[in-house]
């Protein structure tokens, strides 16, 4: 079984500074981790994925996250926070073979304060 | 190219009703995932096609709930009998088979509210 934790709801952080967004997995096997962003009234877009060839990934807009296998985490940073980063994250978790199910965590609302 | 579609964007219905939600995937991608989004949650699988047939079906919360995917393309969500705790975004996604790491695309979602 699949888990994903997102700690923190909301976070609130001023522009210009760094964004954390932390995530932590739960996988039986090698997982496959993904990062996505919904602005408001629009469907999920991919910003990341960790596919196992390298454990730091780099994203869209700037992001990048980190596996950290011993702390099965995968938290999602940005050096200097952006207004147009103001938007709900989520944390997902995937495998290969007959389960391609993702599994999401509950999701961060991000607030970039001027 | 074109992304995943979905509709219609809203609909509102009454409690007891029949609703069908369409999603037309990325052209080529044969497969094909339902999610469900409640308010203040993440996404939650419902179901998933390879093809025309259904492959993983368990996240379906009952039987008012079916989809179907006839030509391997176009899928659509059908739920009988509407409850007011069906309200909730339908998000449909679709990602190539060939791809190792099962990237998934998402569409905008239907939002349904049951009255």
């Known amino acids: 079984a699949q888990s994903v934790t997102q700690l923190g709801s909301h976070v609130s952080v001023s522009e210009g500074a760094l964004v954390l967004l932390r995530c932590n997995y739960s996988?039986?096997?090698?997982?496959?981790l993904f990062w996505y962003v919904q602005y408001p009234n629009q469907g999920l877009q991919l910003l990341l994925k960790?596919?196992?060839?390298?454990?730091l990934v780099k994203g869209i807009n700037g992001f990048e996250a980190e596996f950290k296998k011993s702390e099965t985490s995968f938290h999602l940073t940005k050096p200097s926070a952006h207004m147009s980063d103001a938007a709900e994250y989520f944390c997902?978790?995937?495998?290969?073979?007959?389960?391609?199910?993702?599994?999401f965590g509950s999701g961060t609302q991000l607030t970039v304060l001027p | 190219g074109a992304g995943v579609s979905q509709t219609p964007s809203n609909k509102v219905t009454e409690k007891g009703k029949y609703v069908e939600l369409r999603c037309d995937p990325i052209?080529?991608?044969?497969?094909l995932y339902w999610y469900r989004q409640s308010l203040g949650q993440g996404p939650e699988f419902l179901i998933y096609?390879?093809?025309?047939?259904?492959?993983?079906d368990s996240g379906l919360p009952n039987d008012r709930f079916f989809a179907v995917r006839p030509e391997g393309s176009v899928s659509t969500l059908k739920i009988q009998r509407t409850e007011r705790g069906d309200s909730a975004v339908y998000l449909c996604?679709?990602?190539?088979?060939?791809?190792?790491?099962?990237?998934?695309?998402f569409g905008p979602g239907t939002r349904l509210t049951v009255l």
């Open positions: 997902a978790v995937g495998r290969s073979g007959s389960a391609r199910q993702l599994t």
């Open positions: 096609f390879q093809g025309t047939g259904a492959a993983d």
């Open positions: 996604a679709s990602s190539d088979p060939g791809s190792s790491y099962n990237e998934q695309f």
């Open positions: 996988s039986s096997v090698p997982p496959y």
């Open positions: 052209s080529g991608h044969t497969a």
């Open positions: 960790y596919t196992s060839a390298a454990t």
